[in-house]
């Protein structure tokens, strides 16, 4: 599967950012799917998952609340709305297919988007 981010920005902090990523190659509505981030010097982290159909979604305790993870199966696309962005949201944002939501592994990695909130 190909997962291809975009979105990310250089903004303020309280400003939203909305992120997508397309995804080919795969039959995108059987794909449990998520979002991670990664800061300079820390390990990546889960941010967001959302179920095949899009009915369940899971958030890391950091974001919940301010980031909404969505999909839609028709056009093949993950969606990770952020809202009230923080200093300590900065980080490249991964798209990626996940195996399992408890788990959290990942089947397969998109290329990142970075995101930065200035203070």
């Known amino acids: 599967v190909q997962l291809q981010a975009s979105g990310g920005g250089l903004v303020q902090t309280g400003d939203s950012l909305r992120l997508s990523c397309a995804a080919s190659?795969?039959?995108?509505?059987?794909?449990?799917m998520g979002w991670f981030r990664q800061a300079p010097g820390k390990e990546r982290e889960f941010v967001a998952g959302?179920?095949?159909?899009?009915?369940?979604?899971y958030y890391a305790d950091s974001v919940k609340g301010r980031f909404t993870i969505s999909r839609e199966n028709a056009k093949n696309a993950l969606y990770l709305q952020m809202n009230s962005l923080k200093p300590e949201d900065t980080a490249v944002y991964y798209c990626?297919?996940?195996?399992?939501?408890?788990?959290?592994?990942?089947?397969?990695w998109g290329q990142g988007t970075q995101v930065t909130v200035s203070s």
């Open positions: 990626a297919r996940i195996k399992n939501i408890p788990s959290r592994e990942v089947d397969d």
């Open positions: 959302i179920s095949r159909s899009g009915v369940y979604t």
């Open positions: 190659g795969r039959t995108f509505s059987s794909d449990i």
